[in-house]
């Protein structure tokens, strides 16, 4: 992100999503990205990357793969989800296809059982575009998945 955001919670509505997006930043790191229906009372509106993604869920396309995105979790959890960052807007992968795509992550079942719970945790759904993996859990919700997915056309 170009300037260093305040230390908090930000959210914006959005229509498309029938939701908020809210995003938990702190410095230049996004903690954390939900999709509640009422945002956090103290969250405020004006952050940049809600500008982005403003434009995304209006059709734009969108790459924020450069948003720094705090992964605190096991690095080979951390390896999968820097690798989803890497699928371009309007593509789609498989689970199989991610394993293998992985360093040090195998198309075998840990490795598949690994991938999946990368997914499922992943702090910051949309910046980490778990929706672009078609067989794998998202951690939206499944109506925002799929809206994103629909906007991407997969």
């Given amino acids: ?53 403003e434009a995304y869920l209006e059709g734009a396309s969108a790459d924020l793969s450069d948003v720094d995105v705090a992964m605190t979790m096991p690095t080979d959890r951390r390896d999968v989800l820097e690798e989803v960052r890497e699928v371009p807007y309007g593509d789609q992968i498989s689970v199989s296809e991610l394993a293998t795509m992985t360093s040090g992550v195998g198309d075998d079942d840990e490795g598949r059982q690994l991938v999946r719970t990368a997914l499922a945790e992943n702090p910051a ?30």
Avoid: N
């Fill in 125 to 154: 759904p949309l910046v980490v575009p778990d929706h672009r993996v078609r067989d794998g859990p998202s951690a939206a919700p499944p109506p925002v998945e799929q809206r994103l997915r629909s906007l991407e056309g997969l």
């Fill in 1 to 53: 992100m170009s300037s260093e955001p305040e230390a908090g919670i930000y959210a914006r509505e959005s229509a498309y999503l029938d939701r908020y997006v809210q995003v938990g930043v702190a410095g230049s790191r996004v903690l954390s990205v939900e999709f509640p229906t009422t945002p956090e009372a103290d969250a405020d509106a004006e952050l940049p990357l809600l500008d982005r993604v």
